[in-house]
């Protein structure tokens, strides 16, 4: 059982940035990735990495401003969110599939953090 434990929430400016962490228990191989979800909305797929950060995957909606990163050393992938919007405001959570394919589905996903929040003020 692989605990994820997310860290770097928020509450912000717009304009402002965020790195958030997700520090996993235990060294993986598989696919870990970032989703969000905000109040009364579906949670949305922000994007995946490899296991060593060598492919990515990131959402449309995002990916000019946001970028997800690895340090497969230490267990902990990271997400620079830059340009913040207050749009961005949500739950913002970490996630791994014991699998190698870079899935935009949560369901896909085996292992999940508790979430962490981010808050963006206009």
């Known amino acids: 059982q692989v605990l994820l434990v997310e860290s770097g929430g928020g509450l912000v400016q717009a304009g402002a940035s965020l790195r958030l962490s997700c520090a996993a228990s235990?060294?993986?191989?598989?696919?870990m990735a970032w989703f969000r979800q905000a109040l009364g909305k579906e949670r949305e797929f922000i994007g995946a990495?490899?296991?060593?950060?060598?492919?990515?995957k990131t959402a449309d909606s995002v990916r000019a401003r946001f970028t997800i990163s690895r340090d497969s050393a230490k267990n902990t992938m990271f997400l620079q969110m830059n340009s913040l919007k207050p749009e961005d405001t949500a739950v913002y959570f970490c996630a791994q599939t014991e699998g190698y394919f870079l899935s935009p589905k949560a369901s896909d996903y085996d292992y999940w953090g508790q979430g962490t929040q981010v808050t963006v003020s206009s």
């Open positions: 235990e060294r993986t191989f598989y696919v």
């Open positions: 990495i490899n296991w060593s950060g060598g492919s990515t």
